[in-house]
């Protein structure tokens, strides 16, 4: 029977704090922050966490047990994702997984564009509206996976609209595309593009100016290993792989 605890800001504060001082051989973990309704299990060698997103829980843990960890992982209830970024092989992570019964569903790669080239845009930039959120998030959602992409929240996606991080694209007066972009200093983050209209490259364009426009250069994605279409039209227009890549693992 798992010990499981509900998120408390000062509980799981230690717990992490205790979990980093035994030095895991087994972290994932990377300082994402839990709130209400996630929670956690804590062992003499293991902290395992998780975050509740829509109907199923990302999952982070920290130990130096093997064994003790794909105890907690086989008991989890109900669908449990966890990621796995790494540059170099993680043969000891697949034998973890599977021994805690998880299956791996992707494999994504990171890439960056060191130096966006000038785009002469002469269509004009549309930014997304409050009103046009559902369209947004149903068009993310239908095109795309929770699991593996990271996709927004609804809430979260209203707030990127209204700071005008979402750009969007029309065929015949309807939405037909969407792009979701951050600002992170110096750098921007592709974070989400999906387009069915005629002119798909559009919006691509439209960050490339809107990059500029903000004296911003660089800029870096994640792509499906397996979506050979994209990864082409960005190689083309310059962007190069870095050799991250992340791992998406599943139990049900």
């Given at each position: ?67 003790d960890v794909v105890d907690i992982l086989k008991k989890l209830p109900g669908v449990n994702v966890l990621n796995i970024p790494a540059k170099n092989d993680i043969s000891e992570w ?54 593996t992409d990271y996709l927004p929240a609804k809430d979260e996606l209203a707030g990127l609209v209204e700071q005008g991080n979402v750009i969007v694209n029309y065929s015949e007066g ?79």
């Open positions: 029977m798992l010990n499981m605890r509900p998120y408390e800001k000062e509980a799981v504060r230690l717990a992490i704090g205790r979990a980093f001082s035994l030095k895991p051989r087994y972290s994932n973990y990377y300082g994402r922050q839990l709130e209400e309704g996630d929670d956690y299990v804590e062992t003499d060698s293991s902290l395992v966490l998780r975050k509740k997103e829509g109907d199923f829980y990302r999952i982070y843990i920290m130990s130096v047990s093997q064994a697949r034998t973890l997984m599977q021994s805690a019964g998880f299956d791996m569903i992707s494999m994504y790669e990171r890439y960056y564009y060191k130096k966006v080239k000038e785009r002469k845009n002469a269509q004009t930039i549309n930014y997304a509206t409050q009103e046009q959120t559902e369209v947004i998030y149903a068009l993310f959602q239908n095109h795309f996976s929770s699991y309807q939405v037909c595309g969407a792009f979701v972009y951050e600002l992170e200093g110096r750098k921007c983050y592709l974070r989400a593009w999906y387009d069915s209209g005629e002119n798909g490259l559009k919006l691509l364009f439209d960050v490339y100016c809107i990059m500029h426009l903000k004296n911003i250069s660089y800029a870096y994605f994640w792509v499906n290993s397996t979506n050979t279409n994209v990864k082409k039209i960005h190689e083309l227009l310059g962007a190069v792989p870095d050799g991250l890549k992340d791992y998406t693992f599943i139990k049900k």
